[in-house]
């Protein structure tokens, strides 16, 4: 598994994104508020709430898995120069979990952020192959709130409707 981020909890020596992982190998298959530790990211963050961005997706036998690479490490790379980019996510096809079958995530300030960055070039080049690279694709929204108290922290997810 891969995870870049670019935020830091600049309150503490650790970077609450390096904490956070998958919670089982067939994590793709997963609802999102189940697929990753989010207590223990929830208890390390700084953040109070992010849009989020995942992208479920069970590759063709055929896709080009070096083009795919490649695409995404550039809409990344424009994901870093967009303002309101959280952190990025990149998941990795699991052995013995679902053929084929994966989940991506990118965490947003807001909505409109990740709108922007969706439009940018290496976006819209990524986003052009995946009808020839995935037999099925979906795209999720969330608004993430991150709630404490005394005992424990968790992550609320609210799945939104385009």
Not at 25 to 41: I, Q, R
Not at 60 to 71: F, G, S, V
């Amino acid at each position: 598994m891969t995870v870049l981020s670019e935020a830091m909890n600049t309150d503490t020596t650790q970077d609450p994104f390096q904490i956070l992982d998958r919670t089982h190998d067939d994590f793709a298959a997963s609802p999102v508020a189940e697929a990753f530790n989010w207590p223990e990211f929830a208890a390390e963050t700084n953040l109070t709430h992010w849009y989020m961005v995942a992208f479920r997706s069970t590759r063709k036998p055929t896709a080009n898995l070096d083009l795919l690479d490649d695409l995404e490490t550039l809409a990344y790379n424009d994901a870093l120069e967009q303002p309101g980019f959280i952190f990025y996510f990149k998941g990795k096809v699991v052995p013995g979990a679902a053929p084929n079958q994966n989940m991506s995530f990118c965490m947003w300030r807001d909505r409109a952020s990740a709108v922007a960055a969706s439009r940018r070039h290496h976006h819209a080049k990524a986003a052009a192959v995946a009808n020839g690279m995935y037999d099925v694709y979906q795209v999720e929204r969330y608004n993430a709130t991150v709630h404490r108290s005394d005992a424990k922290a968790w992550v609320e997810f609210d799945p939104l409707t385009v």
